[in-house]
């Protein structure tokens, strides 16, 4: 069943959680590593944990793994064989279960709340790359070429018990096919798809989104539609253009505001003036039904969302 929908029928919006690296950085650990938070889950499992463990206790209805960056391909170039980077990638969504089933036994940690889903991170072709294509979309390869490069991934996390995939920071239309096609060969497996975007109607590829969400509207193993790592200030907007072609939930979670150099790997300028979490409000009262943070958010952010989605 799906699992979006499981929740949705009962509670009006799920809270997602914030930044994995962001919190990581916090904790002391160096990321400046083409493996980014998948060095950590070499290294520092249990600093991940820990992280699930806040965005837990801050709100979250759903942890997004540390998987974002982590691929057979990535992990073998670091000396890694296919049966450990497999149990690597899979390790990223049982510390995840483990953080929120331990959340979980405590029956105060279950008022006015949904049990947290596990939603495991998928990231684009790009993240691999680390060049910093995941913002631009421009890619030397094919829709089948990138179906080839998903799959085993995509297949370790669902036999790893990921409720869903959440396939994030897509930057082009060919890569949400391919995706959309590969969730076909895994029967009752879900995933959201979530795309960058450049401006408040165009994914990062220049693609009108309002056109992306047509194309997937018809695959049903799609569960929610949307966008992350995305300045605030176009979201309001994307979510109308998404909801003008789907019916599916739309779902948010942009990064703090700030701008990331993909050269020196640095953010800067400043983050949104209004608060996170209402800002978080108008976005569900455009139409947004799963909501959190993406880059440079915190804890803090999930819980200024908690504090009126819950009500």
Known sequence: MNPIQQILHTFPVIVLDGAMATELERYGCDLNDSLWSAKVLMEQPELIKRVHQDYFAAGA????????????????KRGLSEA???????ASVKIAAEARDEFWQQEEN?????KPIVAASVGPYGAFLANGSEYTGQ?????????EFHRPRMKALI????????????????????????LEEFEGAYAWITFSAKDDLHI?????????????????????????????????????????????????YPNSGE????????????????????????????????IGGCCRTTPDDIKGITKWARK
């Not at 194309?215 to 949307?226: C, K, M, N, P, W």
């Open 159 to 182: 036999e790893a018990g990921a409720d869903v995939l959440a396939c994030e920071t897509i930057p082009n239309v060919m890569e949400a096919r391919a995706i959309a096609r590969l």
């Open 139 to 147: 890619y030397d390869v094919t829709e089948e070429e990138l179906m």
């Open 61 to 76: 209805d759903c942890a997004i793994t540390a998987s974002y960056q982590s691929t057979f391909e990535g992990f073998a």
């Open 259 to 290: 701008h990331y150099d993909a050269e020196s790997k640095t953010w800067n300028g400043t983050s949104a003036g209004e608060t996170y979490g209402c800002s978080a409000h108008s976005w569900y009262e455009a139409g947004a039904q799963l």
């Open 204 to 252: 990062s590829s220049g693609t009108l989104i309002s056109e992306c969400a047509r194309y997937l509207d018809s695959y049903e193993q799609v569960a929610a539609l949307g966008v992350n790592c995305t300045p605030p200030q176009y979201i309001s907007s994307l979510i109308k253009e998404i909801k003008s072609q789907t019916d599916k939930p739309v779902i948010v």
């Open 84 to 90: 450990e980077a497999r149990e690597l990638i899979q």
């Open 110 to 114: 279950r008022r006015n709340r949904p």
